[in-house]
């Protein structure tokens, strides 16, 4: 069984490549045979031409047949029956010009459509490289490496730093620090403490740790992702032919045609005459040179997509599903913000936290150095530092010793670490805390944010036809649906297990042509199940890459609505390609019919249909300029100068977020002193930025945005933060004294709150409306 199983693929590709080398093939002979006899007619040999032509002729019968047999086989007879009879019919009649020409066209059809639809193996070739071959089993003091299969359940395992986890177990040491993204997709690594199930195939992010097997190889969780990606990929029906279902009504009433003109003339070269023009080489060529040329400028935005059938499934798709993290996510978390303890500032906070985090391999503290490089802080060396799997980085900085990780304080917190904690519950961010001298002094929230690109991305899914938008995740309800409400999604499927993404997949085939998109290795088989799986391939997983109709090539997820548009107007092409020329060629059957046109001049006529049906599909290969408004080399300059901007300046939104919360628990002069801080960053910075934003980069963007009018409301935004700034201003002209009257104090922390809020949303709305546009 095990043998045969693994001889079907290999015959199927044998059977693949034997037809890749068939057709070129096909194509030479037939187009030397009608130059050839081109050329023998002209020197006066007519029986030499005639000759030339036959077995032009005769050189693409046997293949049609071929081809024609294995379609019947399946079930369905296409488009090559009616080659198949007007190149017999050609050579019973004697008119070997009209079957040479025909010949020709048949092979320029199978090989543009061989072009349009080569189709990849759903190969897991990198599943299976991330899968452990052996493990190492302890026996009372001796540790031994032996085959994976011979672990059995009960074996206690020692899994190494770096080291993917062999099999299903419970953790038997204190704890393990675990990096779980191959599974869920999530980022941020997760801490098991003693007892706690581990996952095979996550990576072990920490320690050295011991492991109770609770299955072997075969029946463990990885090996289950690799069995489902294989059967899902096997169940994936083949694409039928989109030639073939418009022969469906052509063919029958081709045949019926050319049978009338032979009963009612009694001639058998009239019905040849209304086979060849009948030759359904508008379907032959319209469909494969528009797929290939949809496939081809669907590779200038980034966007690989593995064959025709795929690029025609997606363009017929009404339901996308998408994966959370790493699709409609950076994949990677972000500094949120940074608090400071009353007596410490945020930039300070965040130095310190990012000079000790330099050696830190975790994915918080990487996040955490890029944010204070990105603002220009002078990071100091650590020295003596050491790090707790699961706690945090310990060492000295400045002479002072820092720790920056979790903290756990016993008895009564301050008010800003309780207010940290609370924001860190609401906003679902992770926290780390960092401590001098044993004192917490500061923290810094992140979070893995939506993509700026993704709401737009979203909106333009919808306008390609897009009706029904649902986000599966492996991910926690309450992060899912925060990201699916910002995003305007139809739905939410959260906390699934690959099966349980595979179920929903199989679930929306039902109701529609289905797309899934995903960038792990927990993807793989929901993308092999779904009609065409798409992957984020610039930082996703290979096995997502390799079970995907579609590779993402580019780190941003707009390239999707470029496909899908791609997609949409490659397949409107050709389906007015064809049917355009199916009627042309109706009139050519009629006139045939009547004795009009003789066979070899109905072929010449046949050409002239094929070459404004090739035409016409080559319109595939042009930019629609309403799917992507191309940008001046100017404009992008400065859309990168100002996104720079907005990293430098997220000090000064976190300097107003911070006096606001000092008004809220101080109203004396160091409250007073941080609102005078945070107007100076104002004044002196951010103030000069909307004002440059406002003279610069909204005029250079009308033009591509359609006028001005299409940046009014970012401009009333400035206009607003520009109001409160100035009401700001205001209150400390009124507090000049050093003391803030009590019925100034409301109105001052609503407008700091407000301001912080506003520029949140604004900073938002720039970034995903104008900033996404530039590559």
């Known amino acids: 069984m095990g043998l045969a199983t693994r001889a079907a693929p290999l015959r199927r590709l044998r059977a693949a490549a034997a037809s890749a080398r068939l057709e070129p093939v096909l194509l030479t002979v037939t187009a030397a045979a009608l130059a050839a006899g081109g050329a023998a007619w002209l020197a006066g040999a007519d029986g030499l031409a005639d000759l030339l032509w036959g077995l032009g002729t005769v050189s693409a019968v046997v293949p049609a047949v071929v081809w024609v047999l294995a379609a019947l086989r399946r079930g369905h007879a296409g488009v090559d029956l009616i080659a198949v009879l007007a190149l017999g019919g050609t050579l019973a009649v004697g008119e070997y010009l009209a079957g040479s020409l025909i010949a020709l066209m048949l092979a320029t059809g199978r090989t543009l459509e061989a072009a349009a639809q080569r189709r990849a193996s759903h190969d897991l070739r990198a599943l299976l490289e991330h899968a452990p071959r052996s493990a190492r089993r302890r026996i009372d003091s001796e540790v031994r490496t032996v085959p994976l299969a011979e672990v059995a359940v009960g074996d206690l395992l020692v899994v190494g730093p770096g080291e993917v986890v062999p099999v299903d177990g419970l953790v038997e040491s204190t704890a393990a620090v675990l990096d779980e993204s191959v599974l869920t997709g999530e980022p941020l690594q997760v801490e098991r403490p003693r007892g706690e199930a581990v996952r095979s195939g996550v990576v072990n992010a920490g320690g050295a740790f011991d492991l109770r097997a609770t299955a072997t190889e075969q029946d463990s969780t990885y090996a289950g992702i690799v069995r489902l990606a294989r059967q899902a990929g096997a169940e994936s029906a083949p694409v039928v032919r989109l030639a073939d279902r418009y022969a469906a009504w052509f063919l029958p009433l081709s045949l019926a045609v050319a049978g009338l003109a032979w009963l009612i003339s009694g001639s058998a070269v009239r019905a040849v005459a209304v086979l060849v023009v009948a030759t359904p080489c508008p379907l032959l060529l319209a469909a494969p040179v528009a797929i290939v040329s949809g496939l081809s400028r669907a590779s200038r935005v980034g966007?690989?997509?593995?064959?025709?059938?795929?690029?025609?499934?997606?363009?017929?798709?009404?339901?996308?599903?998408?994966?959370?993290?790493?699709?409609?996510?950076?994949?990677?978390?972000?500094?949120?913000?940074?608090?400071?303890?009353?007596?410490?500032?945020?930039?300070?906070?965040?130095?310190?936290?990012?000079?000790?985090?330099?050696?830190?391999?975790?994915?918080?503290?990487?996040?955490?150095?890029?944010?204070?490089?990105?603002?220009?802080?002078?990071?100091?060396?650590?020295?003596?530092?050491?790090?707790?799997?699961?706690?945090?980085?310990?060492?000295?900085?400045?002479?002072?010793?820092?720790?920056?990780?979790?903290?756990?304080?016993?008895?009564?917190?301050?008010?800003?670490?309780?207010?940290?904690?609370?924001?860190?519950?609401?906003?679902?961010?992770?926290?780390?805390?960092?401590?001098?001298?044993?004192?917490?002094?500061?923290?810094?929230?992140?979070?893995?944010?939506?993509?700026?690109?993704?709401?737009?991305?979203?909106?333009?899914?919808?306008?390609?036809?897009?009706?029904?938008?649902?986000?599966?995740?492996?991910?926690?309800?309450?992060?899912?649906?925060?990201?699916?409400?910002?995003?305007?999604?139809?739905?939410?499927?959260?906390?699934?297990?690959?099966?349980?993404?595979?179920?929903?997949?199989?679930?929306?085939?039902?109701?529609?042509?289905?797309?899934?998109?995903?960038?792990?290795?927990?993807?793989?088989?929901?993308?092999?199940?779904?009609?065409?799986?798409?992957?984020?391939?610039?930082?996703?997983?290979?096995?997502?890459?390799?079970?995907?109709?579609?590779?993402?090539?580019?780190?941003?997820?707009?390239?999707?609505?470029?496909?899908?548009?791609?997609?949409?107007?490659?397949?409107?092409?050709?389906?007015?390609?064809?049917?355009?020329?199916?009627?042309?060629?109706?009139?050519?059957?009629?006139?045939?019919?009547?004795?009009?046109?003789?066979?070899?001049?109905?072929?010449?006529?046949?050409?002239?249909?094929?070459?404004?049906?090739?035409?016409?599909?080559?319109?595939?290969?042009?930019?629609?300029?309403?799917?992507?408004?191309?940008?001046?080399?100017?404009?992008?300059?400065?859309?990168?100068?100002?996104?720079?901007?907005?990293?430098?300046?997220?000090?000064?939104?976190?300097?107003?977020?911070?006096?606001?919360?000092?008004?809220?628990?101080?109203?004396?002069?160091?409250?007073?002193?941080?609102?005078?801080?945070?107007h100076r960053l104002l004044t002196e910075r951010l103030l000069p930025h909307e004002y440059a934003e406002e003279h610069q980069l909204y005029p250079a963007l009308a033009p591509t945005l359609g006028g001005p009018e299409s940046t009014a409301t970012m401009s009333r935004t400035h206009a607003e933060i520009e109001r409160l700034s100035r009401r700001i201003a205001t209150h400390l002209a009124l507090s000049a004294d050093g003391s803030l009257a009590a019925e100034q104090l409301d109105d001052l922390r609503a407008c700091l709150y407000g301001l912080h809020t506003v520029l949140r949303l604004h900073f938002t709305q720039e970034e995903e409306n104008y900033f996404s546009l530039a590559p």
């Not at 990105?374 to 060396?381: D, E, F, H, N």
């Not at 990201?483 to 085939?509: H, N, Q, T």
């Not at 990168?640 to 911070?658: G, K």
């Open 303 to 678: 966007v690989v997509i593995r064959d025709g059938g795929a690029l025609e499934n997606l363009g017929r798709a009404r339901t996308l599903l998408l994966d959370k993290t790493g699709t409609l996510t950076g994949g990677r978390p972000r500094v949120l913000d940074v608090t400071a303890a009353p007596d410490w500032t945020a930039p300070e906070v965040l130095r310190l936290a990012a000079s000790l985090d330099q050696y830190s391999p975790h994915v918080l503290a990487q996040a955490i150095v890029d944010t204070a490089r990105k603002r220009g802080l002078a990071l100091s060396i650590p020295s003596d530092v050491t790090e707790e799997p699961g706690r945090g980085a310990l060492g000295t900085v400045d002479g002072h010793r820092i720790t920056v990780g979790r903290f756990d304080t016993p008895g009564a917190q301050p008010p800003w670490v309780r207010a940290v904690g609370n924001r860190a519950l609401l906003d679902d961010a992770a926290v780390a805390w960092l401590s001098v001298d044993g004192r917490p002094v500061g923290a810094v929230l992140l979070r893995d944010p939506v993509r700026p690109d993704a709401p737009r991305t979203v909106r333009h899914l919808r306008a390609a036809g897009i009706d029904r938008l649902l986000m599966l995740t492996g991910d926690r309800p309450e992060p899912a649906r925060e990201v699916a409400a910002v995003l305007g999604l139809d739905g939410v499927r959260a906390e699934l297990s690959p099966a349980g993404k595979v179920a929903a997949v199989r679930a929306e085939r039902d109701r529609a042509v289905t797309v899934m998109v995903g960038d792990g290795v927990n993807d793989a088989p929901a993308l092999a199940a779904a009609d065409v799986g798409v992957a984020m391939g610039a930082r996703g997983s290979t096995a997502s890459s390799e079970a995907a109709d579609i590779v993402l090539t580019t780190d941003r997820v707009d390239r999707l609505a470029d496909a899908v548009a791609i997609a949409v107007r490659a397949r409107h092409i050709a389906v007015q390609s064809a049917l355009g020329g199916m009627l042309m060629s109706l009139a050519a059957m009629a006139a045939a019919a009547f004795g009009l046109l003789p066979p070899a001049v109905g072929a010449l006529l046949q050409e002239g249909i094929d070459a404004a049906v090739i035409l016409n599909a080559l319109r595939a290969l042009r930019v629609d300029r309403s799917a992507r408004p191309a940008l001046a080399p100017a404009t992008e300059a400065l859309i990168h100068r100002f996104a720079a901007e907005h990293d430098d300046l997220q000090d000064v939104l976190e300097a107003v977020r911070s006096a606001a919360d000092r008004l809220s628990a101080d109203t004396g002069p160091q409250a007073l002193a941080a609102v005078g801080k945070a």
